[in-house]
């Protein structure tokens, strides 16, 4: 460890887990150099942020002129050029011609709130529906609509009410064999929404139904096009707001702008954050001009709240998408990348027969193992007290079993390579940067069949 990396070790809050000690001192494009000169290969772009890549010349040429001309136009002040500017560019590329006005704020977590507040003005009613398995937030009120793992809300209760869940079409979580029809699984989630409606929340107290149209920390799963159809019908049918939570499938990531345009589905909201500035912080919230306007002035905003620089950020992301066909790579190094995953879990190797499942679109990818395959705990490294190198265990058949993607995920870091695992299942999830090279996706590619095989190895 670093001097500075053991100085962050003793005054940076606990809470804020880490999956390493490195000190990131620079980046460019897909690596990142740690203060030790470490070159690592980020296969994470700091949780679907930096999706152009780290410090891509023209975002970074785009917030220096904006330093020196203004940083600050605060949005309940006056409009901001930049903002402007911006809500042009956006509204070019939404799922839907309806969704006509923008808020913008910092964070993902604000966004959601925000639709939350949208939702109640518009509708009257109180209650959101979310998703089992869901991720939107840990602050006061998204840590309520976050159902992928009870580490973000426990012992910090009471929650926000007005909370309800409902199954997502997942193997996992719906306890089915993975090999189920998709449509098998979709009629039972919608069978199930129905009875929520009926049972517990009454569509007359229902203001929205939330949802990743590619569920993120509960597995990189994508919504099949007929659920996310079933829902669209059941909001038409009780006037209840379909939501799009988009923070982490936005801005190209899945191989289109948003990841609900695969299924053809309108939202009545839309949320981004993440990408939409490539580190910046910013988020938004796209909807009609007549919801929207059912909230008072004065009722949203925030001092920083669609700040000057991170909008001219978001401007430039949006002339790269643009200019540069960013969403051609990702068609061609996602398929680069699926080919090279189904080919590993076909070889028969030994490494192979521990991959289940490969799922996922665009550079949203998720690989989740073979649970049946594992080893028992006594053969495995206990799990450490160190959050950082944390080996869930999962039970089979009253057997204790070490996940293998947090294995996987320490022996990449060994490589100097950057993934990520997700969810409470044995999920590795790849997110590499859209600008990513096919040289460097296919020294990524290597290095996580290294990290596997030598993990694999062990059992
Ligand atoms: C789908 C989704 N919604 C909301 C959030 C929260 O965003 P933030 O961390 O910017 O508050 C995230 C963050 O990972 C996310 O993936």
């Known amino acids: 460890m670093s001097e500075a990396a053991s100085f962050g070790a003793a005054h940076i809050a606990r809470g804020i887990g880490r999956m390493s000690t490195h000190v990131l001192a ?23 942020v930096v999706n152009l890549g780290h410090c891509h010349p023209r975002i970074t040429a785009a917030a220096q002129e904006q330093v ?23 509204l070019r590329h939404v799922p839907d011609r309806s969704l006509d006005s923008v808020l913008f704020w910092n964070s993902g977590s604000e966004a959601v709130e925000a639709s939350v507040k949208l939702a109640r003005a518009a509708t009257g009613r109180q209650n959101i ?17 976050t159902k992928s793992k009870t580490i973000y809300s426990t012992g910090f209760a009471p929650l926000m009410p007005g909370v309800f869940v ?30 929520l409606l009926a049972q517990q929340t009454a569509p007359s107290d229902t203001a929205a139904i939330i949802l990743e149209p590619v569920l993120g920390e509960g597995g990189y799963v994508p919504a099949p096009k007929a659920f996310l159809e079933g829902l669209r019908s059941v909001c038409d049918q009780h006037n209840i707001l379909l939501i799009a939570d988009e923070v982490q499938s936005g801005y190209g990531r899945t191989g289109k702008m948003w ?3 695969h299924s053809g589905v309108r939202p009545d909201i839309l949320i981004s954050a993440k990408g939409l500035a490539n580190g910046f912080p910013l988020s938004m919230v796209v909807s009609r001009k007549e919801l929207m306007d059912k909230q008072g ?20 992301v949006i002339d790269t998408f643009e200019q540069d ?10 398929k680069q990348m699926f080919d090279f995953l189904h080919q590993l879990q076909q070889s028969g190797s030994k490494a192979g027969k521990y991959i289940q499942d490969i799922r996922g679109l665009g550079l949203m990818v998720g690989l989740q193992f073979s649970q049946d395959q594992g080893a028992s705990s ?11 190198a944390a080996l869930y265990l999962f039970e089979v058949d009253g057997t204790k079993h070490a996940q293998l993607a947090p294995q996987v995920v320490q022996e990449c870091l060994k490589r100097d390579m950057l993934l990520l695992s997700t969810s409470t299942q044995d999920v590795i999830r790849f997110i590499p940067p859209l600008t990513i090279t096919e040289e460097e996706l296919a020294q990524a590619c290597k290095i996580f069949k290294e990290s596997l095989e030598a993990v694999v190895s062990r059992l």
Request: proline share 4%; aromatic share 6%; glycine share 10%.
């Open 129 to 145: 529906i979310v998703m089992q398995g869901s991720y939107h937030g840990r602050t006061m009120g998204t840590m309520a609509m």
């Open 378 to 388: 006594s053969s495995l490294p206990a799990a450490s007290s160190d959050s950082t």
């Open 325 to 334: 066909k960013i969403l051609d790579n990702v068609a061609a190094r996602s």
């Open 68 to 90: 020196g001309t203004l940083v600050h136009a605060q949005v309940n002040i006056g409009f901001s050029l930049q903002q402007i500017e911006l809500i042009k560019k956006v």
């Open 26 to 48: 620079k980046g460019q494009g897909s690596y990142l150099t740690t203060d030790t000169g470490k070159h690592l290969l980020d296969l994470t772009s700091g949780i679907g």
């Open 166 to 195: 409902t199954p997502f079409p997942y193997y996992s979580q719906l306890g089915v064999a993975p090999n189920t029809p998709t449509d098998k699984m979709v009629s039972l989630c919608l069978h199930q929404l129905r009875l």
């Open 259 to 261: 990841a609900i345009e």
């Open 297 to 316: 002035p004065g009722s949203m905003g925030g001092t920083y709240a669609g700040n000057a620089v991170s909008c001219a950020a978001a401007n430039a």
